[in-house]
């Protein structure tokens, strides 16, 4: 079998962004998907561009041999054994369409190529509640919006949320701070912004009782100074585990949070990129939870890697995903398999329609706060003929 072309497909932008796909072709009838995980934030014509240059790259290439085609990227493009968000998110829309392509080929899911099944019910938690949790992107001030947040996730089934409790500024805007100086987050955070933050997740503690695992997202927004005042503040309320509480690249501060915060487990990974972006994390014991996200990290050969690397130093994994419906399968493929797998995200944006449409099979969604992962042969998931019609754009490699 060898790879014909490559399609890069735009998705229609949504709430969540601008979705990339890869569409890899063989010379038979099979072809495969993935996703570069670019589709938030500022790097949507990066997302593009690398997508190109990889696919012209293995054109003629033997797509059953994943391995082989990620270490010709790694190591024959120059910019590849750097990694880093856009050279990394590449890599990883070509290695899981190539898994996606050999699930197909063995007629088997890629769970079942990577080991067979540890989890059978993927726990998931309701995710990014400062956006409400519902059919309407919203950008929550009060309490009492919070707190009704988390009705409508419990009414939806699940026993955990996640929540940016500073993310949202007191004016309803989203909080970058160097758009917004009146929102301070680094240095000194002031009693008012912990008070705000406090309530806030208060509110849904309240709601939720003490069975309800809370985790706290803060985006790197803190430094590591106001990411312990923040940890300190909120401790009390019962905190499942604290995200990206500093900047995700620096071990040394995230482990001053750890020692300043001995009972709170830290989670980070989404901007961690390969197993050698990793093992400093892990071998300084600084992460409890890992969350490389398999559309940035590598795709599906380097994410299993992580993860196996992971166990080693007894660190959960959850992954994450801020993507479509090839993010969604590709990522539930590989937690069904490792043993370390915690829980399994769902972005509020994930379950808008406009979102849901872009998947072709519309049984991968959680019932009752939990997924059960698809049989179909390769990772379970395609673009629906709807995104295709709709794409903004598709560039083709041959």
């Not at 229609?12 to 890899?24: A, E, H, S, T």
């Not at 050698?276 to 994390?281: E, K, L, N, S, Y």
């Amino acid at each position: 079998m060898k790879i014909t072309s490559v399609n890069v497909i735009e998705c229609k932008p949504n709430v969540m962004g601008k979705v990339v796909c890869v569409r890899i072709n063989t010379d038979t009838e099979i072809y495969g998907y993935g996703e570069v995980g670019l589709s938030y934030g500022v790097a949507h014509y990066a997302a593009v561009g690398i997508a190109r240059d990889y696919g012209q790259l293995i054109i003629g290439m033997d797509p059953l041999k994943p391995e082989l085609i990620w270490e010709t990227i790694f190591r024959s493009t120059f910019w590849g054994m750097g990694g880093g968000t856009v050279i990394n998110a590449g890599m990883s829309a070509i290695d899981t369409a190539l898994w996606d392509i050999t699930g197909k080929a063995y007629n088997m899911p890629v769970y079942q190529l990577l080991g067979g099944k540890t989890t059978s019910k993927i726990r998931a938690y309701a995710s990014q509640l400062q956006f409400g949790w519902g059919p309407e992107h919203l950008f929550l001030t009060d309490p009492d919006d919070y707190a009704k947040a988390t009705e409508d996730a419990l009414a939806d089934g699940y026993d955990a949320i996640k929540v940016d409790p500073m993310g949202v500024t007191s004016d309803g805007k989203w909080a970058r701070e160097a758009m917004n100086p009146n929102w301070k987050m680094r240095g000194k955070l002031s009693e008012k912004m912990l008070d705000t933050c406090y309530k806030r997740t208060e509110a849904m503690r309240k709601v939720g009782g003490k069975d309800l695992d809370i985790i706290i997202e803060t985006h790197s927004y803190p430094d590591m100074n106001t990411g312990i005042q923040l940890g300190e503040r909120l401790e009390p309320l019962g905190i499942y585990y604290y995200e990206e509480p500093c900047n995700p690249l620096n071990v040394d501060n995230m482990l001053e949070i750890h020692k300043a915060l001995p009972r709170i487990a830290l989670a980070s990974g989404e901007r961690i990129y390969t197993r050698w972006g990793f093992r400093q994390f892990l071998e300084k014991h600084v992460l409890q939870v890992i969350q490389p996200d398999l559309t940035i990290c590598g795709g599906i050969s380097e994410t299993k890697k992580i993860c196996d690397m992971a166990n080693i130093y007894d660190a959960a994994v959850q992954l994450h995903i801020c993507g479509g419906p090839i993010a969604t399968a590709a990522s539930l493929q590989v937690e069904a398999v490792i043993p370390n797998f915690l829980i399994h995200e769902v972005h509020e944006g994930a379950i808008k329609k406009d979102m849901r449409d872009l998947g072709m099979y519309e049984d991968i969604k959680p019932v009752n706060g939990a997924y059960e992962v698809p049989d179909r042969p390769g990772i379970g998931q395609e673009l629906s003929q709807k995104a295709l019609d709709e794409a903004v754009n598709v560039y083709t490699c041959q």
